[in-house]
T-cell receptor, first 112, second 114 residues
Framework: KQEVTQIPAALSVPEGENLVLNCSFT??????LQWFRQDPGKGLTSLLL?????REQTSGRLNASLDKSSGRSTLYIAASQPGDSATYLC???????????FGTGTSLTVIP | EAQVTQNPRYLITVTGKKLTVTCSQN?????MSWYRQDPGLGLRQIYY???????DKGDVPEGYKVSRKEKRNFPLILESPSPNQTSLYFC?????????????FGDGTRLSIL
C-alpha cells in the first residue's frame, strides 16, 4: 500500500528566506504527484501537478520537482512571504485503482 | 465560478441518526471523491467515482455509502453514524479522470457525532 511522508511536520522561517518542503512515497507506480496548500478552516488549493513522466513544474515563486525512481518530490518556495503561511500537502495518484494518497502535511509559518 | 459545494459546513448529531452530506460541482468533472481529515493521519480517501453509476472504495470506506446518479452530485451517506466518524470531510472533483488535471476541493464539512 502506498505511503506518503512529509518532513518536516512544521517549519518556521523569517520572511524572504528560500525554503524546501519534502515529500516521499513508497510506490513509484503513480500517474502524478500534486502539491496543495490548505489554509485554516478552508479546503485545499492545488499549487502544482507533476505528471509521472515530468521532472519539474514551476508557477511563480514555486518550483516542484519529482524523482519517481527514488520516490521523492520537493517543493521549493523562493523569497517567502507571510502570506505563504499555511499547511502544504503532497498527494500521489496511484496507477492501480485510481486512488489518491496524501501526506500529513508541513505547517509553514513565515515570520515578518 | 468553478466550484465544489458541500453542505452542511458544520453538523453536530447523535450516534445512529442517519445523515447525508451533499457535494455538487459545476465543472462537468468525471472524477469525484470523498476524504476525511484527522489530526496526525492526514487526508484519507473514503470513496471515489470515475463517472455516473461507477463508484469504488478508497482506504477507509467502512460505515459510509455513496451514490453517483448524476454527474454533478456525489452525496456521502452515514447510515448509522458513530463517534469515530467525527472528522473533517472534504469532497473533491477533477476532469479527465484526475490523471492530468488537479483536483478541486470543497471547503469542508465538520461533523461531530456524540
Amino acid at each position: 500500500k502506498q505511503e506518503v511522508t512529509q518532513i518536516p511536520a512544521a517549519l518556521s522561517v523569517p520572511e524572504g528566506e528560500n525554503l524546501v518542503l519534502n515529500c516521499s512515497f513508497t510506490d513509484s507506480a503513480i500517474y502524478n504527484l500534486q502539491w496543495f496548500r490548505q489554509d485554516p478552516g478552508k479546503g485545499l488549493t492545488s499549487l502544482l501537478l507533476i505528471q509521472s513522466s515530468q521532472r519539474e513544474q514551476t508557477s511563480g515563486r514555486l518550483n516542484a520537482s519529482l524523482d519517481k525512481s527514488s520516490g521523492r518530490s520537493t517543493l521549493y518556495i523562493a523569497a517567502s512571504q507571510p502570506g505563504d503561511s499555511a499547511t502544504y500537502l503532497c498527494a500521489v495518484l496511484a496507477l492501480a485503482g485510481n486512488q489518491f494518497y496524501f501526506g500529513t502535511g508541513t505547517s509553514l509559518t513565515v515570520i515578518p | 465560478e468553478a466550484q465544489v459545494t458541500q453542505n452542511p459546513r458544520y453538523l453536530i448529531t447523535v450516534t445512529g441518526k442517519k445523515l447525508t452530506v451533499t457535494c455538487s460541482q459545476n465543472m462537468n468533472h468525471e472524477y469525484m471523491s470523498w476524504y476525511r481529515q484527522d489530526p496526525g493521519l492526514g487526508l484519507r480517501q473514503i470513496y471515489y467515482s470515475m463517472n455516473v453509476e461507477v463508484t469504488d472504495k478508497g482506504d477507509v470506506p467502512e460505515g459510509y455509502k455513496v451514490s453517483r446518479k448524476e454527474k454533478r452530485n456525489f452525496p456521502l451517506i452515514l447510515e448509522s453514524p458513530s463517534p469515530n466518524q467525527t472528522s473533517l470531510y472534504f469532497c473533491a472533483s477533477s476532469s479527465v479522470q484526475g490523471r492530468d488535471q488537479p483536483q478541486h476541493f470543497g471547503d469542508g464539512t465538520r461533523l461531530s457525532i456524540l
